[in-house]
């Protein structure tokens, strides 16, 4: 792990019963940048996130999230992470900004309410329990709780997914000025624009296995992110059969 890498993926391999989920997956994701992970259904992209948020045990392989094994982590390692999980996992009867404000009281330096309820539009239905809210406004509280405590590293999967097309933008912003602070962000998603848009480095993952990694101009090469993303998905897809 060198000083500007803050997540360090080393040839991790897993299983789920028979299944194998990932197979010597090895990436890095550099400091105070933003690293998205492309790949097909079942590539192994959350498994991937939920090791290196501590909340899952690889087979074999390493995991470092600033220098640390993200399984045996500490409290203090813990609340430098920011976390938000594919189907939010948030309380359905508290209310956003009741919720944010727990939330920020747990941190010694979080993040400015206002200023984030703001850049989310969540300010609109700030008093109504989670629970009655739309999937997309469920969703930008999910992406606020995993930013209030101002992390040093953040994962985040499918931020965007189901959002409308000003909420992605405020998400894209959000996510860029956390970067522009010093946060190590990682990203997974569908969308080639997210990745075009947001990236400063792309991972390409399919059969639980990297096909490509690095600057989107790089990965894209001369036919394009989506055109590499499909010729490298299908290619592995066919072999793995
Ligand atoms: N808890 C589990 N039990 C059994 N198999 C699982 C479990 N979680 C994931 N898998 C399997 O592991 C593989 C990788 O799943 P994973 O959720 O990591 O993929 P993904 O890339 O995040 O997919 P998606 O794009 O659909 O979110 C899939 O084949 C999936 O069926």
């Not at 391999?13 to 197979?23: E, I, P, V």
């Not at 959350?46 to 501590?54: D, L, R, V």
């Not at 938000?84 to 979080?110: F, I, N, T, W």
């Not at 996510?175 to 080639?192: A, K, L, N, Q």
Request: proline letters at 5%.
């Amino acid at each position: 792990m060198t000083e500007a890498e803050t997540v360090v993926v080393d040839q991790v391999t897993h299983h789920y019963g028979s299944k194998q989920a990932l197979d010597r997956m090895s990436w890095a994701a550099p400091a105070a940048a933003i690293t998205c992970v492309l790949g097909p259904n079942g590539a192994g992209k959350t498994s991937i996130m939920e090791m290196a948020e501590g909340l899952r045990r690889p087979d074999s392989g390493t995991i470092r999230v600033l220098d640390t094994d993200p399984w045996h982590a500490s409290a203090e390692h813990r609340a430098r992470v920011g976390v938000m999980l594919q189907d939010g996992g948030l309380p359905g009867s508290v209310r956003p900004l009741r919720l944010l404000k727990h939330l920020a009281a747990l941190y010694d330096e979080p993040d400015a309410l206002p200023a984030l309820v703001d850049a989310l539009g969540i300010g609109d239905f700030q008093r109504t329990n989670l629970r009655r809210l739309s999937g997309g406004q469920r969703q930008r509280v999910a992406l606020a709780a995993a930013l209030v405590g101002r992390p040093k590293v953040a994962f985040l999967d499918e931020p965007s997914a189901g959002l409308d097309p000003h909420a992605r933008l405020d998400v894209w912003d959000l996510v860029r000025e956390h970067r522009d602070r010093g946060t190590t962000i990682v990203v997974t998603t569908h969308s080639f624009e997210e990745a075009e848009r947001l990236a400063d480095q792309v991972i390409i993952v399919a059969g639980g296995s990297v096909v490509a990694q690095g600057d989107v101009a790089t990965v894209s090469g001369t036919v394009g992110l989506e055109q590499t993303y499909f010729d490298l998905t299908r290619r592995s897809k066919d072999t793995a059969r």
